[in-house]
Structure formats: structure tokens, C-alpha cells
């Protein structure tokens, strides 16, 4: 999008895309940016041509999320960490319709800097003492993380979450019979640790539903939302 607000649609591609052109360099190119590129829905050669559309750099390239629902399985672009955001909404909502109240003051933050590593660096109040970061639980080869539990996690790039507050939400979990891993992300960030970095003086605590193929076309499971939602109600709801 423009930033006169014009729209463009194009496809993220390799620059060497056709087996049919290029053989086995298809096969053989890296991944990395210099080898992609932004083919425009647009007739144009050059850059100057480009730029008459009113394409500048610093305009934002949106990637089409390919929503779908299948079996309790839900495949998306995005899912990180939009599914996080669905499992806050989804218990302040259940709450809000029981007729329940957290018994302590709750402060929900939606970040929208968590992927570039700033996000929660601000906005927490000074007197908030713990922080449930609500992230995504990496499944892949390797994790004990599912698409059908509520991820809780130990340990990330940053280094160690508390360790009570995490034994408080798998008691929760527990004692509310809700399906949870138990996992740690060597190759993994959160706005919890962007909280610590800016010298917050509070418990920090992650947990998420399972995502798997992250930054990718990623897919969850329903189960894995309600869990993590249920263990958000529970710990609003703890004494």
C-alpha cells in the first residue's frame, strides 16, 4: 500500500523462480533477501516506472493470511501471534458474559512491535508484579509442543522464565484438567523479554497455543486455543 493509500496486488517470489528457465538453480538458491523480490500486478520495467504508480520505499507489503477451517484445524498466515490475541479476547469475553471479575487488577496489552523485539520495552505499569506474556508455542522436530495443548514455557533465547510463576500456571493447568507442554525455544524472543531488557521489575511467565511451520503457512488446532484460553480464565480467576 501506498502512502497515498493505493493498493497493489503481487506476489513474493524467488527471482529465479521457473524450473523451466533457470534448471537446477531453482533448486540450489538461497533463501535469504537478495535472492526475492516483489513481482507487481503492474506494467512496468524500470524503477522510474515504479515509482509513477507512487511506489516508494517505506511502503508496507501485506501478505494474505489464507484463512481456512477444517477438522478443528485452523491453517493461517499470522497465527503468530494473532492466536495469542484471539485466546485474551476469548477469556475476557467468557468472563465478561459469566458475569466474573479477575480478583486482581488485570492490564491486557497488545503489542505491535513484539516480532522486532521492542514491543513490551514500554506500556507496563510500574506496580503490575507479574506478567503473562500470551505468545505462540513453537512445534516442530525436537519440541514436546503440540497443536492440541496450551504450550508453557521454561525457557527461550533470553534465557529462563520465572520459575514459580510457571509452577503456579502448571498447577492451574492441573488442577483445571487443561492439557499443557511444557517446552523451551532456543531460536525464540517474547515481549516478556523485551519487558526484562527495559529493566522491568516483575515474574515473567509465557505460555500459547502450538503453532506449527511458524513464520510460515502456520496451522493450530482449536483444542490448542481453548486450553490456552482456559488457562488464562484460570489464572485471572486464582486466589
Do not use: W
Amino acid at each position: 500500500m501506498t502512502a497515498s493509500g493505493q493498493r497493489y496486488r503481487g506476489s513474493i517470489l524467488p527471482i529465479k523462480a521457473s524450473v523451466h528457465v533457470h534448471g537446477a538453480e531453482v533448486r540450489t538458491l538461497e533463501r535469504k533477501q537478495e535472492n526475492y523480490e516483489v513481482r507487481l500486478d503492474a506494467v512496468t520495467d524500470s524503477e522510474e516506472t515504479t515509482a509513477q504508480f507512487g511506489i516508494e520505499v517505506g511502503d508496507f507489503i501485506y501478505l494474505d493470511p489464507r484463512v481456512e477451517m477444517n477438522g478443528g484445524f485452523l491453517r493461517s498466515r499470522h497465527l503468530d501471534d494473532k492466536a495469542g490475541v484471539a485466546c485474551i479476547y476469548g477469556a475476557l469475553l467468557a468472563l465478561h458474559q459469566a458475569g466474573m471479575a479477575p480478583l486482581y487488577r488485570v492490564n491486557a496489552l497488545l503489542s505491535n512491535y513484539e516480532e522486532v523485539g521492542h514491543g513490551a520495552s514500554v506500556g507496563i505499569p510500574a506496580d503490575v508484579q507479574e506478567l503473562v506474556v500470551v505468545d505462540m508455542a513453537a512445534v516442530g522436530e525436537g519440541q514436546s509442543s503440540d497443536e492440541f495443548s496450551v504450550g508453557i514455557c521454561a525457557k527461550d533465547s533470553g534465557g529462563p522464565y520465572d520459575l514459580g510463576l510457571r509452577r503456579k500456571l502448571e498447577r492451574l493447568a492441573t488442577d483445571h484438567t487443561i492439557p499443557y507442554k511444557v517446552d523451551t525455544y532456543p531460536s525464540y524472543g517474547s515481549d516478556g523479554e523485551a519487558a526484562l531488557r527495559a529493566g522491568a521489575d516483575l515474574k515473567v511467565a509465557l505460555i500459547g497455543p502450538g503453532v506449527d511451520a511458524s513464520h510460515a503457512y502456520e496451522r493450530t488446532h482449536r483444542d490448542s486455543i481453548e486450553a490456552t484460553t482456559r488457562l488464562i480464565v484460570a489464572y485471572l480467576l486464582q486466589d
